[in-house]
C-alpha cells in the first residue's frame, strides 16, 4: 500500500508564499513520476504540476505557470510545490498523487495522499 502525506498547508494573504511537502513510504518512491493537483471549494480536481521520477522534467497548468514550482529530492521521498504570488483563487485543497504518464503524455495519478488545506485571504 502507497502512502502519500502532504503538509504545509494553512492561511496566508494574497502576494504571500507555501511550501508544500509530500512524503512517500516506500523504496520505490524514486521509479514513479509525481504530481500535485487541487480542488477548489465547490469545484472539481484540478491538475496543478507533475515531475518525472528523476526530476530532470516539469509540467505545470498554465495558472500557475512561473508562480509555483514542483521538486523532489528521492534521498528523502519527498515532493514538494513551492508556491509564489498566492492568490485567493489558489485557494483549494491540494493533494500529492503518484502516478505515470498516460495517453498524450498527461500525468495519470494511481495513489493519491489525504490533502491539505490553502486558503488565500483578499
Known amino acids: 500500500q502507497v502512502q502519500l502525506v502532504e503538509t504545509g498547508g494553512g492561511l496566508v494573504q494574497t502576494g504571500g508564499s507555501l511550501r508544500l511537502s509530500c512524503t512517500g513510504a516506500g523504496r520505490t518512491f524514486s521509479s514513479y513520476a509525481m504530481g500535485w493537483f487541487r480542488q477548489p471549494p465547490g469545484k472539481e480536481r484540478e491538475f496543478v504540476a507533475a515531475?518525472?521520477?528523476?526530476?530532470?522534467?516539469?509540467y505545470y497548468a498554465d495558472s500557475v505557470k512561473g508562480r509555483f514550482t514542483i521538486s523532489r529530492d528521492n534521498a528523502k521521498n519527498t515532493v514538494y510545490l513551492q508556491m509564489n504570488s498566492l492568490k485567493p483563487e489558489d485557494t483549494a485543497v491540494y493533494y500529492c498523487?503518484?502516478?505515470?504518464?498516460?495517453?498524450?503524455?498527461?500525468?495519470?495519478?494511481?495513489?493519491w495522499g489525504q490533502g491539505t488545506q490553502v486558503t488565500v485571504s483578499s
Open positions: 498523487a503518484r502516478g505515470g504518464w498516460g495517453p498524450e503524455g498527461l500525468f495519470s495519478p494511481d495513489y
Open positions: 515531475i518525472t521520477w528523476s526530476g530532470g522534467s516539469t
